[in-house]
């Protein structure tokens, strides 16, 4: 059982930036890929960012490429989303998310309770 901590959420204006973290506990870490998902109110959860347990390979949602950033310390058993030039539309609640299997499916086996973020315009 993997229990994920999210934290680094909050208000910012558009334009600015803020880094998510998400810290792991109880199961592998460096063997479960990373995601993070967000949902905005009255939306479906979509797909963000991730990355595979090696390391080797990073993903990314079209509307978040070139401003996101995930990055993972596996020392720390911890996964991050740097968000930069951020935009009203990005406001939402944001999850991280642990899979043995899945990278860019929304078919995680493992979540946290999100954080929220709010870009104001």
């Known amino acids: 059982q993997v229990h994920l901590v999210e934290s680094g959420g909050g208000l910012v204006q558009t334009g600015g930036s803020l880094t998510l973290s998400c810290a792991a506990s109880?199961?592998?870490?460096?063997?479960?890929?990373m995601g993070w998902f967000r949902q905005a109110p009255g939306k479906e959860r979509e797909f963000v960012a991730a990355?595979?347990?090696?390391?080797?390979?990073?993903y990314y949602a079209n509307s978040v490429k070139g401003r996101f950033t995930i990055s993972r310390d596996n020392a720390k058993n911890s996964v991050y989303l740097q968000m930069n030039s951020l935009k009203p539309e990005d406001t939402a609640v944001y999850y991280c998310?642990?899979?043995?299997?899945?990278?860019?499916?929304?078919?995680?086996?493992?979540w946290g309770q999100g954080t929220q973020v709010t870009v104001s315009s």
């Open positions: 990355m595979r347990w090696s390391i080797e390979n990073t």
């Open positions: 998310a642990a899979s043995r299997w899945v990278v860019t499916g929304t078919q995680y086996e493992y």
């Open positions: 109880g199961g592998t870490f460096n063997r479960y890929n």
